[in-house]
């Protein structure tokens, strides 16, 4: 008896699959291969036609993980290295994926003819129920960087029995101003719509020292045969309205708000968790991510979204590693003793593994 039990603590502590080391090498295999081919599905909605990739099968036992990308992006330029990382397969091997293309922003879309009249976020938001009735999936857990956040945002507030969970990345639930509109109209006619996009998806500090990674976006955008279609979804975001809701009406499943520490829409992130239920909501700010911590620093959004999936109830065996070995992360605690909203308590994780993920109403700032 004492035997087997050695055995079993010596299971649960694997990262990853139970079973032996050439079993997960294959599954990790299979789950990669499954991930780069995909299932691309011609959705209708009533709204016009989805262009959709699916990623695994069509198990209806867990909410699949449906994503929203952001303006100047697709699913795969969006999404791509995320669930591509090495340790986001544990992931990628438990829950199906359905990435969702925004109308005309899908590879080799063609361009739409002048004068047509692209959806408003409103629209776009309505058209996703129609994806997961297609694919038979009840619930899914949301992931959308900047404008897909935005629409995922509204569709779990129209739709709160179809999402479980919420990760929205450089979230701006507010209307732009007029402040924001007159500039907007300036940098129409000062700047290029590539370097417009390109403000809105990376840091200044990104843009100034024009990394790589700026580098291959500004030129993926400038050369985009449906760079007209990029300008429509750009001015649709840009004409959203407000999103309303409190702390008294927000979202009803668990919400993690993720921004870069010099992103573009840090203050409209900061705001946005300040209208958030505590107890629901993590806020996540990472450092040295840019306005795209998905690709940036993608090992600790995975580490960041395994205990968030973990809080849900989900790959409770999970094995935690970066974020536990890291000597600066820290967990801003939610609660006082008594279990009131409170700021005054720092907790700091140390360098042991297997630490409890933080509850949803936890600020990590992330600077490992």
Known sequence: MTTEMQEIAITEDKPLLTGQADTT???ELAARILLDQGQEHSVETPHGVLHVTLHGTRTTRRPAILTFHDVGLDSKSCFSPLFKFEEMQEIVKNFTLIHIDAPGQEEGAAAYPAGYQYPSMETISEMIPAVLQFFNFRTVIGVGVGAGAYILARFALTNPDAVEGLVLINIDTNARGWIDWAAQKLSS??????????????????LSSSTDLVQSYRERISKAPNLSNM???????????????????????????????????????VECNS???????????????????????????????????????????????????SRTTSLSSSYSMDGSRSRSRTLSQGSQGGQMPPSPSQTMEVSC
């Open 25 to 27: 090498k294959d599954a």
């Open 189 to 206: 006619v000062t700047s290029s719509l590539t370097e417009q996009i390109l403000c809105h998806l990376f840091s200044q500090e990104e």
């Open 231 to 269: 300008e429509l979804l750009w001015k649709s975001y840009n004409s959203r309205r407000d999103l309303i809701f409190d702390r008294n009406s927000a979202f009803k499943c668990p919400v993690m708000l993720v921004v870069g520490d010099h992103a573009p829409y840090e203050d409209a992130a």
């Open 275 to 325: 209208k958030m239920d505590p107890t629901t909501t993590s806020f996540l700010k990472m450092a040295d991510a840019g306005g795209l911590p998905q690709l940036t620093q993608p090992a600790k959004l995975t580490e960041a979204f395994k205990y968030f999936i973990q809080g849900m109830g989900y790959m409770a065996s999970s094995c935690m590693t970066r974020l536990s070995r």
